[in-house]
């Protein structure tokens, strides 16, 4: 899957104009923010009612519906907006691309995103099956429905971003992000949902504004930029699930969300670095 997001991206990057990329990145991520919810749905109902392999054999099928609409309609062509010439290799492409202050920025900048998103969704299934809110299996899967304003806002990313700029729009998906996550550490249940429901829309937002900032700060080889990015959101996946884990069992939820949100600032810092006056 992370090859496909990471092929997928420099399609977009090398198919669309440099003011188109931004729209693009939107509406796949939008497709991401929805696969996340119906995705968790269909297979945990799928499981419950046909089994676990039945589950699998499903979503073979949609991998497979995937790579015949790849077939129908990725076409091959040269790159529209490239400006500058390919590297050499793939390793001075790395090298091209980690010299620019602009693009480490937005690595990191993915590491954190998934991170925290992995970080909260991961362990508040454990909070919330606990006392004081102690719900039932059933409602905890019904917990994901916090996807579906994400759903609605993640597309207008492209549209606020070129009125307003990737910078301030990125620094306030990071407030958002982080007054979700002052209200993960309450007590009451409302106040966790709409924590969690703001979490979800401002880092998947967030998470748009950023691919789109790496496929118009990388003006050749998308393919490695890209592949750098993801590289390093998947690591920030792994590491939130280990790292937030050991955080969690010793220390409990509300130091779990202090972490969180010191990271989170640290991606507000980083962010401060998305600014487009100036190519690679």
């Known amino acids: 899957m992370s090859t496909a997001f990471t092929l997928t991206l420099t399609h977009l990057s090398e198919r669309c104009t440099l003011t188109a990329i931004g729209g693009a990145m939107a509406a796949y991520i939008t497709g991401n923010v929805a696969s996340n ?54 390793f001075a492409a790395w090298r091209t691309h980690l010299g620019n202050p602009r693009l480490r920025a937005a690595f990191g900048i993915g590491f954190i995103m998934l991170f925290v998103f992995v970080g909260v969704f991961s362990y508040v299934n454990f909070v919330i099956a606990e006392p004081p809110f102690a719900l039932p299996q059933m409602y905890i899967g019904l917990v994901y429905l916090v996807f579906v304003p994400a759903i ?23 407030a958002v992000t982080l007054v ?6 309450t007590s009451s249940l409302a106040l966790m949902l ?7 829309a401002a880092l998947f937002f967030g998470q748009s504004v950023a691919t789109a900032f790496v496929g118009r700060s990388a003006q050749h080889d998308h393919a490695a ?23 969690f069992v010793a ?9 969180l949100s010191g990271l989170i600032v ?8 998305f600014h487009e006056d100036a190519p690679e």
Not at 57 to 62: D, G, M, Q, T
Not at 160 to 173: E, I, N, Q
Not at 225 to 247: K, T
Request: glycine fraction near 12%; aromatic fraction near 10%; charged fraction near 5%.
């Open 266 to 273: 640290i991606a507000a810092l980083l962010g401060l670095k």
């Open 37 to 90: 919810l119906f995705g968790r749905l269909l297979a945990s109902g799928l499981a419950d009612n046909f089994g676990l392999a039945e589950s699998f054999y499903a979503f073979s099928v949609l991998n497979l519906a995937g790579a015949l609409i790849a077939f129908l309609y990725f076409k091959d062509g040269p790159p529209l907006s490239s400006s500058t010439p390919a590297a050499s290799s793939v």
């Open 180 to 185: 979700g996550l002052m209200l993960l550490a």
């Open 251 to 259: 220390f409990g939820w509300t130091a779990a969300v202090a972490v």
């Open 152 to 174: 609605l806002t993640t597309p207008v990313a492209s549209a606020v971003t070129r009125r307003h700029g990737a910078r301030p729009t990125f620094l306030a998906t990071m």
């Open 194 to 200: 709409l924590g969690l429901t703001l979490v979800g």
């Open 225 to 247: 930029a890209n592949g750098l990015y993801l590289a390093s959101y998947y690591i920030g996946g792994i590491a939130g699930a280990l790292i937030l884990g050991q955080i």
